[in-house]
């Protein structure tokens, strides 16, 4: 089964920048919608960015257009998020997900199969 990994989470200062990446046990992900989404305690889990590379497309929620980018390191088998001039609210937990043999990518958490276990993100002065 199709394992993720991701990394890069921490506390970082309002205005400040960090790189989240997604490790998955598969190499290509060519054939694999990617998704990141984040969650803090007592709220539903919502979706931040996805990528599929098959269709070259990529999607943001509007908290993250123009703040976040999402990449994707098919010879590493890891997809990136980049985070830049982050704000307290974007504190929560994230995690990536992924579905396998999509065309494209969605931010509801019911469309992919697999998640990782999550990295702490948090932003406070």
């Known amino acids: 089964q199709l394992q993720l990994v991701e990394s890069g989470g921490g506390m970082v200062h309002p205005g400040g920048s960090l790189r989240l990446s997604c490790a998955a046990s598969v190499f290509n992900l060519d054939y694999y919608a990617v998704g990141w989404f984040r969650q803090v305690p007592g709220k539903e889990r919502e979706g931040v960015s996805c990528i599929t590379r098959r269709s070259y497309s990529t999607v943001y929620s509007e908290s993250a257009k123009g703040r976040f980018t999402i990449t994707s390191d098919n010879a590493l088998g890891t997809v990136y998020l980049q985070m830049n001039n982050l704000k307290p609210e974007d504190t929560a937990v994230y995690s990536c997900?992924?579905?396998?043999?999509?065309?494209?990518?969605?931010?509801?958490?019911?469309?992919?199969?697999?998640w990782g276990q999550g990295t702490q993100v948090t932003v406070s002065s």
């Open positions: 997900a992924v579905r396998h043999s999509s065309f494209r990518c969605r931010l509801d958490p019911l469309f992919y199969d697999s």
